[in-house]
T-cell receptor, first 114, second 114 residues
């Protein structure tokens, strides 16, 4: 059974710091991995999607890497800003599943202090 | 273009009651999925519908049911509500059913059961 874990559960950093969020998954048979952002009480905004054949994806100050063999992904945020404060969720889509479902981690709550 | 829309945004129900949540996918999207997100956890997959047929179901009791209409909008129904059903219910739409299609999430419906 695929399980997704995110560490740390919460993180508080001063503005301007570079930071790394971690995601691990137990079954390497995935089709892709996505990172989402969720503001309090709101829906999910997709940040980056990495196909299983890819090693990383970049968008602006965000860079996500994928190491399928070790079951790990990282989300790197450069020069953090208070507006980056949110919960970051990682999700995988199992390759052998007949429905396109996403399996999520519990998220990392990020607070960027001015 | 409008994104995924959900209604209502919030509602409060009493234990034992029934609730219907609604979702309108992005125009042209034929697949709708439902997720439940309990406070402090990641979303959990409930259902996927594609072309008006159920294509996937998560580990939820039979009190949960859904359907998709000819215009691809969807309803999630929950009977005999329990306190534990209190959660943010998220709807996601995609162009097709397969793993290659990215899912786009709506803002969610916050359900509180008292």
């Amino acid at each position: 059974k695929q399980e997704v874990t995110q560490i740390p559960a919460a993180l508080s950093v001063p503005e301007g710091e570079n930071l790394v969020l971690n995601c691990s998954f137990t079954d390497s048979a995935i089709y892709n991995l996505q990172w989402f952002r969720q503001d309090p009480g709101k829906g999910l905004t997709s940040l980056l999607l990495i196909q299983s054949s890819q090693r990383e994806q970049t968008s602006g100050r965000l860079n996500a890497s994928l190491d399928k063999s070790s079951g790990r992904s990282t989300l790197y945020i450069a020069a953090s800003q208070p507006g980056d404060s949110a919960t970051y969720l990682c999700a995988v889509s199992p390759r052998m599943d007949s429905s396109y479902k996403l399996i999520f981690g519990s998220g990392t709550r990020l607070l960027v202090r001015p | 273009d409008a994104g995924v829309t959900q209604s209502p945004t919030h509602l409060i129900k009493t234990r034992g009651q029934h609730v219907t949540l609604r979702c309108s996918p992005i125009s042209g999207h034929k697949s709708v999925s439902w997720y439940q997100q309990v406070l402090g956890q990641g979303p959990q997959f409930i259902f996927q519908y594609y072309e008006k047929e159920e294509r996937g179901r998560g580990n939820f009791p039979d009190r949960f049911s859904a359907r998709q209409f000819p215009n691809y909008s969807s309803e999630l129904n929950v009977n005999a509500l329990l306190l534990g059903d209190s959660a943010l219910y998220l709807c996601a739409s995609s162009l097709g059913q397969g793993l290659a299609y990215e899912q786009y999430f709506g803002p969610g419906t916050r359900l509180t059961v008292t």
